[in-house]
């Protein structure tokens, strides 16, 4: 069965400071990978994925992100955070690329604190 | 053009009752899926339908339904309510299925008492 671990629960950084969140999987394929983000009492908005090709992605908001098949990792990353980009941030993998229709599965998310 | 939309915003009911959810899809996507998030956790499968059939079942009692109607929007019914099923329901759409990349509405926060 597919599973995403993503390991930190809360990360605090400063404003200015560079970002990254990790997120490892478990698949049996190739995944295709997600990054989601959700500000409280909001849906999730995509904020980059990644299906093949180039393995580091450009996302909206200034984010981006590495598929390493090697490390079953696909960390997001950003240079330089903003106090607007604290939120929840979900990694999700789906088993687009090997048919079937059991939706994506989802890490448990990692709290973003952004200190002035 | 309009995203996702989800309605009511929140609603609130007693054990044993039955609550019907209501999604509508961006315009020109074909498939819904749908998701319960508990708090503290990420959103869970729970079904996904494409051109009015269910294409895909995650882990949950027969409580839970869906249905999706000709104009692509779709009902989520969870019949006998537990405490356990409070939480936030996410729709989300896509052009295809299974390959397309979902869009999520913001939501129906259920509380159950």
């Known amino acids: 069965a597919q599973s995403v671990t993503q390991p930190d629960i809360h990360i605090t950084v400063s404003e200015g400071a560079s970002l990254e969140l990790r997120c490892n999987y478990s698949y049996g394929a190739t995944p295709y990978l997600f990054w989601y983000v959700q500000s409280p009492g909001q849906g999730l908005q995509l904020l980059l994925k990644?299906?093949?090709?180039?393995?580091l992605v450009q996302g909206i908001k200034g984010f981006e992100a590495e598929f390493k098949r090697s490390q079953s990792s696909f960390n997001l990353r950003k240079p330089s955070v903003h106090w607007s980009d604290a939120a929840e941030y979900f990694c999700a993998v789906g088993p687009y690329s090997g048919g079937g229709a059991d939706g994506l599965t989802f890490g448990k998310g990692t709290h973003l604190i952004i200190q002035p | 053009d309009a995203g996702v939309t989800q309605s009511p915003t929140h609603l609130i009911k007693t054990r044993g009752q039955q609550v019907t959810l209501r999604c509508s899809p961006i315009s020109g996507h074909k498939s819904v899926s749908w998701y319960q998030q508990v708090l503290g956790q990420g959103p869970q499968f729970i079904f996904q339908y494409y051109e009015k059939e269910e294409r895909g079942r995650g882990n949950f009692p027969d409580r839970f339904s869906a249905r999706q109607f000709p104009n692509y929007s779709s009902e989520l019914n969870v019949n006998a309510l537990l405490l356990g099923d409070s939480a936030l329901y996410l729709c989300?759409?896509?052009?295809?299925?299974?390959?397309?990349?979902?869009?999520f509405g913001p939501g129906t926060r259920l509380t159950v008492t």
């Open positions: 990644y299906f093949s090709g180039d393995t």
């Open positions: 989300a759409s896509s052009l295809e299925a299974p390959s397309g990349v979902p869009h």
